[in-house]
């Protein structure tokens, strides 16, 4: 097994994510397919490590936004189904021809360039046709030249319809339900022609439990996975996947007026004592945490004082006398014992969970915890 080589990690409790999974599938039911959405490395948990434990426990397919994380996977894995939720320019398409990836399609030019692809390598390319219903990102526009277009795409013969699908904007519940409307009216219209869709779908993880009855035959869970819970329903409990640790480094006593990192941006308004941690905004920790955020050493709270820099910060340790250099440092925690969750994180760092989890850097290393036991450490650099 690698060594760690840092101090800094974070560890990705792989039980958990199989538990999460398993708890997703009994809530929605067998009948439906679930597309594990895996993209940003798996919300900064690592798409590769974590792909296998999501399909043993309930994945049907795996989500990914970008052709080159499609790939990614693809080398590792020759028979999971992935499908890129996202746009793959023209000139890129050829590659995922040939390494049999979903893509998601919302133009006729494009659909006939695909076809005209997936017939020189005598292939059957599947893709999933994007229904703009009100986001107004991707998506065909809804509209009757939108259906007539999508017709046409059914008689490329080298492109297999596997889907439709839209995006919610979550934007309340009327206008959910309005832009979930739009979606089915498309699919029967077509379905009036005679055309047919394996899966249709609609909602990510907010929408797959807040609104049931717009799961259709498939869903698109992303945070659900990883443990990170918005939606309403209190009674389903998820387990985090992540925690974030380090370190001290470094401790020293402070006079009082003493300052602390750039700016002196804080000083200490009597005898300090402060400790050194080796993580900062380069790995991927929100640089304005400054006079919010805190760690939690020996089950107390340390908050950060002054600046954060790109690699280090400064917590106050005055009332914890035990720390000592070498000392356990928890950076999110589940929220128990003094620790901040990542939700809890997210809120002072006035973000949502899923960018504070996918912006945890390529410089801090993975652990992976399998049946409670570290079984891997991924080192990226
Ligand atoms: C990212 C994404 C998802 C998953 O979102 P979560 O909120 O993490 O569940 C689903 N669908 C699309 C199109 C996405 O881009």
């Known amino acids: 097994m690698d060594q760690l080589l840092r101090d800094t990690f974070v560890k990705i409790n792989l039980d ?33 490590d974590t792909a296998e434990t999501i399909m043993e426990n309930g994945g049907d397919l795996l989500a990914v936004a970008t052709l080159t994380e499609a790939l990614q ?18 000139e890129y398409l050829e590659d995922l021809v040939i390494n ?17 692809l ?13 229904y703009d219903t009100g986001f107004n990102r991707l998506g065909f526009k809804d509209s009757q030249e939108s259906i007539d277009e999508i017709d046409q795409i059914f008689q490329l013969k080298n492109l297999q319809i596997e889907g439709m699908f839209s995006h919610l904007a979550l934007a309340g519940k009327e206008e959910d339900h309005l832009q979930y409307k739009k979606l089915i009216n498309a699919v029967k219209q077509l379905e009036d022609r005679g055309r047919k869709f394996k899966y249709r779908h609609i909602c990510d993880s907010i929408a797959a439990i807040n609104y049931p009855e717009y799961r259709l035959n498939m869903i698109r869970p992303g945070a659900l996975i990883y443990g990170l819970k918005s939606y309403q329903d209190d009674s389903f409990i998820l387990k985090q996947a992540m925690t974030f640790k380090t370190k001290i480094y470094h401790i020293k006593n402070l006079k009082k007026g003493e300052g602390v990192s750039y700016d002196y941006s804080w000083k200490a308004n009597k005898k300090a004592v402060v400790a050194t941690l080796p993580f900062g905004y380069a790995d991927g920790y929100p640089r304005n ?25 400064m917590v106050d340790i005055s009332h914890i006398a035990e720390a000592r250099v070498g000392d356990e440092v928890i950076i999110y925690g589940d929220g128990t014992n003094n620790t901040l969750s990542i939700d809890a994180a997210s809120k002072l760092a006035e973000t949502n969970k899923n960018e504070l989890v996918c912006r945890i850097s390529m410089r801090t290393p993975r652990v992976y915890i399998k049946n409670k036991k570290i079984d891997k450490i991924l080192n990226y650099l």
């Open 118 to 130: 997936a017939v020189k390598h005598n292939k059957k390319v599947s893709v999933h046709i994007k």
């Open 100 to 116: 049999d990836i979903i893509q998601t399609i919302f133009s006729l030019k494009q659909a006939r360039l695909l076809n005209d």
């Open 73 to 90: 996977l693809r080398k590792c894995y020759k028979s999971y189904k992935i499908l890129i939720m996202g746009y793959t320019p023209d």
């Open 289 to 313: 945490m400054k006079d919010k955020g805190f760690v939690t050493i020996h089950g107390k709270k340390a908050p950060i004082v002054g600046v954060i820099c790109m690699d280090q910060c």
């Open 16 to 48: 958990n994510i199989a538990y999460n999974m398993q708890k997703i599938r009994e809530k929605v039911g067998d009948d439906l397919a679930i597309a594990a959405v895996v993209k940003a490395n798996a919300y900064g948990h690592g798409a590769l």
